[in-house]
């Protein structure tokens, strides 16, 4: 599948949707470089959100306004914008091309979003943006875009995207899906299944029915892959999932247990973890092949693996030294190093999309939080602690984690994120307990 712009250019859309909606995006409206002004600093401490003015879409104002307030809810989440309450705004927009900026500078908004919905005689939508430097009196960037009506919450995505880039200089992540464990039923008797949505909780479905027991999805960084755990008929065995087409395929039959799969970064590859004889040790698969490599070979578990976004190096989980910690490796297993040595059990490393933090769960004292170190094992910090936090997962920019907490007692699990800094911590709502997020990719 192919989406062109009004310039001629071919853009690769591959596997937009799971339905086979089509999007088209059309050219940037023009931008002006004076513009360059309004920019968010979000290298260094804690950043003041934007205040950030997001008007209902004129046209089809039912599908605009809920397009902007998924656009505006985006952007709060983020912890970087503060949308103004729309009852605060002066002007009613009717043309989005042309605001009275007086009237936005009046109520403090420091950014504008003004935009179009019309209904094509075809029945799709065209939509169009347009982000404004409130104070310069400037236009920062604008798109359109045609599209199928089923798709108007990923377009919002998009858009929401889009001004997060402008803003910040970095790619945002709205456009994004996560994979989970859904659980249902009584505590003792849960239903476990593979479930995807996304990332703010909408268009939830399901992957697997339930039949058998399923743990530690994760996404492919290349294509619309995911690679998982299943206990069908008590053998564990790890899968490959096209959550596109559904076809699933056994990645291999292994002796004894297998753990913990994930993709290397080229997509090609899968690591994880092999018990033998009483411990285990970390094995890397060429998907093609089907060829094994060991890595790690030591009387000890270790597990967990994850690469660096570059493939070079490995963090894992072993409990060599006596308890569980985080090592640090090359890919072909050799310089193999501790780098975690704080009084508590660490697990579940995973590598930032950007390579500056690994990210884990510490358990000291009856308490789990997560947290992040350098992939040195320097600038450790806690970014969330309670009861049973654990399996982070990184935002495909490296700014956000996802994470699930089971508070106990006779209720489950759930989806939290929090942002690397350690503020911003909010909860990702889910039709049912859910546990073992993984992120997506920017979908391409």
């Given at each position: 599948m192919q989406l062109s712009n009004r310039s001629g250019l071919v853009l690769s859309r591959r596997h937009l949707l799971a339905a086979g909606g089509a999007l088209a995006a059309g050219a940037a409206l023009h931008a002006s470089p004076a513009a360059a002004a309004l920019k968010l600093d979000i290298t260094s401490g804690t950043p003041q959100p934007i205040p950030i003015a997001i008007t209902d879409m004129v046209?089809?104002?039912e599908q605009g306004r809920a397009m902007s307030e998924v656009i505006s809810a985006d952007l709060k989440r983020s912890g970087l914008f503060a949308?103004?309450?729309?009852?605060?705004?002066?002007?009613?927009?009717?043309?989005?091309?042309?605001?009275?900026?007086q009237d936005w500078r009046i109520i403090n908004a420091q950014a504008l979003m003004?935009?179009?919905?019309?209904?094509?005689?075809?029945?799709?939508?065209?939509?169009?943006?347009?982000?404004?430097?409130?104070?310069?009196?400037?236009?920062?960037?604008?798109?359109?875009?045609?599209?199928?009506?089923?798709?108007?919450?990923?377009?919002a995505h998009i858009i929401a995207d889009a001004i997060y880039e402008r803003l910040t200089g970095e790619k945002g992540?709205?456009?994004?899906?996560?994979?989970?464990?859904?659980e249902s039923g009584p505590k003792q008797q849960r239903v476990k299944r593979l479930a995807i949505m996304d990332q703010d909780g909408f268009n939830v479905g399901y992957l697997t029915r339930g039949d058998s027991l399923v743990m530690t999805p994760r996404f492919s960084p290349t294509s619309q892959e995911i690679t998982y755990m299943s206990y069908?008929?008590?053998?564990?065995?790890?899968?490959?999932?096209?959550i596109e087409t559904g076809q699933r395929e056994v990645v291999g039959n292994f002796p004894g247990m297998s753990f913990a799969p994930r993709f290397a970064p080229?997509?090609?590859?899968?690591?994880?973890?092999?018990?033998?004889?009483?411990?285990?040790?970390?094995?890397?698969?060429?998907?093609?092949?089907?060829?094994?490599?060991?890595?790690?070979?030591?009387?000890?578990?270790?597990?967990?693996?994850?690469?660096?976004?570059?493939?070079?190096?490995?963090?894992?989980?072993s409990d060599r030294g006596g308890s569980s910690q985080i090592y640090v490796m090359n890919a072909d297993g050799s310089n193999q190093n501790r780098i975690s040595f704080g009084n508590a059990r660490y697990s579940?490393?995973?590598?930032?999309?950007?390579?500056?933090?690994?990210?884990?769960?510490?358990?000291?004292?009856g308490r789990f939080a997560i947290g992040v170190m350098r992939p040195d094992g320097s600038g450790e910090r806690v970014l969330t602690e309670g009861y049973h936090n654990e399996g982070?997962?990184?935002?495909?920019?490296?700014?956000?984690?996802?994470?699930?907490?089971?508070?106990?007692?006779?209720?489950?699990?759930?989806?939290?994120?929090?942002?690397?800094?350690?503020?911003?911590?909010?909860?990702?709502?889910?039709?049912?307990y859910a546990s073992d997020p993984a992120w997506s990719p920017l979908r391409s």
């Open positions: 046209g089809d104002s949308p103004i309450d729309p009852q605060a705004f002066v002007e009613k927009i009717s043309n989005p091309d042309t605001p009275r900026f003004t935009g179009r919905v019309e209904r094509q005689a075809d029945g799709r939508f065209q939509v169009m943006f347009r982000l404004w430097d409130v104070f310069a009196g400037q236009q920062l960037t604008g798109q359109q875009f045609v599209a199928q009506p089923d798709n108007w919450r990923r377009i992540y709205f456009d994004t899906r996560i994979v989970f464990v859904d069908s008929g008590n053998e564990p065995r790890v899968y490959l999932l096209n080229d997509g090609q590859r899968i690591i994880m973890s092999l018990e033998q004889n009483g411990n285990a040790n970390l094995f890397v698969m060429d998907l093609r092949s089907k060829a094994t490599t060991r890595l790690t070979d030591t009387p000890a578990i270790d597990t967990a693996p994850c690469y660096s976004p570059d493939g070079r190096q490995i963090c894992f989980e579940t490393p995973v590598w930032s999309p950007r390579g500056d933090w690994i990210s884990f769960t510490r358990q000291a004292e982070p997962t990184f935002a495909p920019n490296g700014r956000a984690l996802m994470f699930f907490r089971d508070p106990g007692g006779g209720s489950g699990p759930a989806l939290y994120t929090v942002n690397v800094t350690g503020y911003n911590e909010q909860r990702v709502p889910t039709p049912s």
